[in-house]
């Protein structure tokens, strides 16, 4: 009898402990990106990921961790939504860095799928890959 109730209460704080876990990482949505910087200042762009926020303040991220540029360069990066549209004032992002948090244009709605965008911040001919990760939605207020 000791037995079942020990296994029991094992079998309970398994399955409350999976439920926290499952809860913690749905607020963790980083995404892996890897793409090609093109030359004079061309948009490139990820894949796209749905924000499903309102509110505005909801800081997105980005991080570049390597880029075929060379360490320490800068890239430049913002959020766009399909057609085109620019959601997001841009970031320089310096490779190697913290990441960077931003909030969207306020008069962006939001609920929409939207796509990180990269250029070189320099006007040259120059084009190289650039890979990090990236958040359209952090949870983080500013």
Aim: aromatic content about 12%; overall charge positive; proline content about 1%.
């Amino acid at each position: 009898m000791k037995t079942k109730k020990i296994m029991s209460a094992l079998f309970i704080a398994c399955l409350s402990f999976g439920f926290i876990t499952t809860s913690a990482l749905a607020g963790n949505d980083e995404h892996n990106y890897s793409m090609r910087v093109y030359g004079f200042q061309q948009n490139s762009h990820s894949a796209g990921w749905y924000r499903q926020t309102t509110n505005y303040k909801n800081n997105w991220k980005v991080k570049l961790e390597t880029s075929g540029e060379g360490a320490h360069t800068i890239s430049t990066f913002w959020l766009e939504k399909s057609g085109g549209a620019n959601v997001s004032p841009s970031v320089n992002k310096t490779a190697g860095n913290a990441a960077s948090y931003r909030r969207v244009n306020a008069s962006f709605p939001g609920k929409e799928t939207v796509m990180l965008t990269a250029q070189n911040n320099n006007i040259s001919g120059n084009e190289y890959n650039v890979s990090g990760y990236w958040d359209e939605k952090t949870g983080k207020i500013q």
